[in-house]
């Protein structure tokens, strides 16, 4: 079965622009990994359809990243340990107060 999805539901997933995802897009269905088609309920959406060479791809990379989780997986999870510590960090300061603004 072929992977459908939305550019503006790729975008949100990966948290990037809709040009840069666009531009992505052209460059993958360059590559005869992917297809696009208008939406026929949407003509302003277009879907985004794995071909077969781009699913056999993905399975690879997913592989990949799979196979590196054992060495790499505890680094991630200090890096985000990190990352949330410092997010705690700053909620938990008092927000400093506006700056008046300058009198005449």
């Known amino acids: 079965m072929r992977i459908r999805k939305y550019i503006a539901i790729l975008c949100e997933q990966l948290l990037i622009h809709h040009h840069v995802a666009s531009e992505a897009v052209g ?3 360059d590559r005869d990994l992917l297809r696009t088609k208008r939406n026929a309920r949407d003509r302003r959406s277009v879907i985004l359809i794995l ?3 781009g ?3 993905l399975q690879k990379i997913a592989v990949r990243t799979v196979a ?6 505890p680094r991630i999870v200090k890096a985000l340990a990190s990352l949330i510590a410092g997010a ?3 909620k938990a300061k008092p927000a400093a107060p506006p700056h008046a603004p300058a009198r005449k």
Request: aromatic share 0%.
């Open 27 to 29: 460059r993958l269905a």
């Open 55 to 57: 699913e056999l791809r």
């Open 88 to 90: 705690r960090s700053l």
């Open 51 to 53: 071909t077969e060479s």
């Open 68 to 73: 590196a989780l054992p060495e790499e997986g």
